[in-house]
């Protein structure tokens, strides 16, 4: 699978969107961008995911540009339940596992 | 639907003592991962279950650990002997399999050893 690179941490204002990037720039394709999200002390949950296209759905939304080498996670307005690690990964159509990276922690300011 | 369950949700064991871990994935999800996860690290890949195909143990860290399924449904991730580095959360996970990637979580096990 491609190895996705990430920000270590992020900061956004509650109420405001929060772009999170990615790069993927080795990806190949028949990969699928995923988001996932780590809440402190909970399971990771799944956010959205997309191959080329832009993805949208009542958590977030994902933009991927052309070439599919980044991709960016949208949450449009964002509250402090969403401090949490994110993690963007990259998953052939046919995988088993999945490789998670460190992920960017997003914490949100009142 | 109910999500993912595992159980317990704790478990504070002395070092030495074997441990079951059990995992209810959602109903009708093929596939079932286990992952653990040290504090304050990602998670790291265990094993990997996909209906009837020999399980993908790729990610077991010793012959301590073991796991097995029932069919396509419970499964036990069994530790032996343990030791204090083996203190993690342990998560489980399923998927539709067959190419359904999108894989949930269950709320994990958290486990002492001590």
């Known amino acids: 699978d491609a190895k996705t690179t990430q920000p270590t941490s992020m900061d956004c204002a509650e109420g405001r969107a929060a772009n999170l990037p990615c790069n993927h720039s080795t990806i190949s394709g028949n990969e699928y961008v995923y988001w996932y999200r780590q809440i402190h002390s909970q399971g990771p949950q799944y956010i959205i995911h997309?191959?080329?296209n832009n993805e949208t759905n009542e958590m977030a939304s994902l933009i991927i540009t052309e070439d599919r080498k980044s991709s960016t996670l949208i949450l449009p307005h964002a509250t402090l339940r969403d401090t949490a690690v994110y993690y963007c990964i990259v998953i052939r159509s046919s995988a088993s596992k999945i490789i998670f990276g460190s992920g960017t922690r997003l914490s949100i300011r009142p | 639907g109910a999500g993912v369950s595992q159980s317990p949700s704790n478990k504070v064991t002395e070092k030495g003592k074997d441990v079951e871990l059990r995992c209810d994935p959602i109903s009708g999800h093929t596939a079932l991962y286990w992952y653990r996860q040290r504090l304050g690290q990602g998670l790291e890949f265990l094993i990997y279950?996909?209906?009837?195909?020999?399980?993908?143990k790729s990610g077991l860290p010793s012959d301590r650990f073991s796991a097995e399924r029932t069919g396509e449904s419970v499964s036990t991730l069994t530790i032996q002997r343990t030791q204090q580095e083996d203190s993690a959360v342990y998560l489980c996970?399923?998927?539709?399999?067959?190419?359904?990637?999108?894989?949930?979580f269950g709320p994990g096990t958290r486990l002492l050893v001590l």
């Open positions: 997309g191959l080329k």
């Open positions: 279950f996909q209906g009837n195909s020999a399980p993908d």
């Open positions: 996970a399923s998927s539709l399999g067959f190419g359904g990637e999108t894989q949930y």
